[in-house]
């Protein structure tokens, strides 16, 4: 099993930026890619970018390509989402998850990860 731990969330102004952290625990070797996703309130959770554990190439959703840049950091089993330019529908929270298996790639279904943290609340006021 992997366990992952998010951190970093909290309470900014639409134009500020912020910096999430998601730990990873546990079978670490068996990690493919590590992505976020988050969910407003009510509403379905929703892929925001995904990266490779080994090469660290990344995929986006639109809604935040430009504005957002996930990477991750092997020595310290940690993957960091950075958000920029923060709008009030970023608001959400925000939840990182492993997937295991290469096949299908850097994938934006949330079905496709097995592992998934407790989330962290990111709230953007206007």
């Known amino acids: 099993q992997v366990q992952l731990v998010e951190s970093g969330g909290g309470l900014v102004q639409a134009g500020d930026s912020l910096t999430l952290s998601c730990a990873a625990s546990?079978?670490?070797?068996?990690?493919?890619?590590m992505g976020w996703f988050r969910q407003a309130p009510g509403k379905e959770r929703n892929f925001v970018a995904t990266v490779s554990w080994s090469t660290g190439s990344a995929y986006y959703a639109d809604s935040v390509k430009g504005r957002f840049a996930i990477s991750r950091d092997n020595a310290k089993n940690t993957v960091y989402l950075q958000m920029n330019s923060l709008k009030p529908e970023d608001t959400a929270i925000y939840y990182c998850?492993?997937?295991?298996?290469?096949?299908?790639?850097?994938?934006?279904?949330?079905?496709?990860?097995?592992?998934w943290g407790q989330g962290t609340q990111v709230t953007v006021s206007s």
């Open positions: 998850a492993t997937k295991r298996s290469i096949s299908g790639g850097l994938s934006a279904f949330e079905s496709d990860y097995e592992y």
């Open positions: 546990g079978r670490i070797f068996s990690i493919y890619a």
